[in-house]
C-alpha cells in the first residue's frame, strides 16, 4: 500500500468529556443498544494509538487551526456560539439526555470544526 492518508490532532480532542446521561444513566430501553456515549476520549486515544503504532507509515499528520468566529458563523447562529462558549466556561453539563460539555469543550468543538475546514 503506497498511500497515506492525513490525520489532525488537537490534545483538546481528548480533554472534551460528556456527562453522565443517557447511556450511563439507568436503561430506558430508549436506545435500541446498551452502549458507551461514543462521544468519549478512550475511543479517541484508542483510534489515535492505532495510526500511530499499526499505521504509522501510511499517515501524515497535520497541524489543526481552531476554526474562526467566522467560519464558526458559517454554519452556526451568533447566539449559538456565544451560549456555547459561556456554557463551557461556566462549566458545562447536560445540553440534552444525550449530549453535554464540560469546560473544554467550545475549544474541542473549535479545534474539530477546524480540522474540516
Wanted: glycine fraction near 6%; include cysteine; hydrophobic fraction near 35%.
Amino acid at each position: 500500500m503506497d498511500r497515506t492518508i492525513t490525520a489532525v490532532w488537537d490534545e483538546s480532542f481528548i480533554a472534551h468529556e460528556q456527562p453522565a446521561g443517557e447511556f450511563e444513566s439507568e436503561w430506558t430501553g430508549r436506545i435500541a443498544y446498551r452502549e458507551p456515549h461514543p462521544d468519549r476520549p478512550e475511543r479517541i486515544k484508542n483510534i489515535y494509538r492505532i495510526l500511530q503504532e499499526e499505521l504509522s507509515e501510511y499517515v501524515e499528520w497535520a497541524p489543526v487551526e481552531p476554526a474562526s468566529r467566522e467560519q464558526l458563523e458559517r454554519v452556526h447562529t451568533s447566539d449559538h456560539v456565544d451560549d456555547l462558549r459561556e456554557f463551557c466556561a461556566d462549566g458545562g453539563g447536560r445540553l440534552t439526555a444525550e449530549t453535554g460539555a464540560n469546560e473544554h469543550t467550545y475549544s474541542a468543538a473549535r479545534h474539530a470544526a477546524g480540522a474540516a475546514v
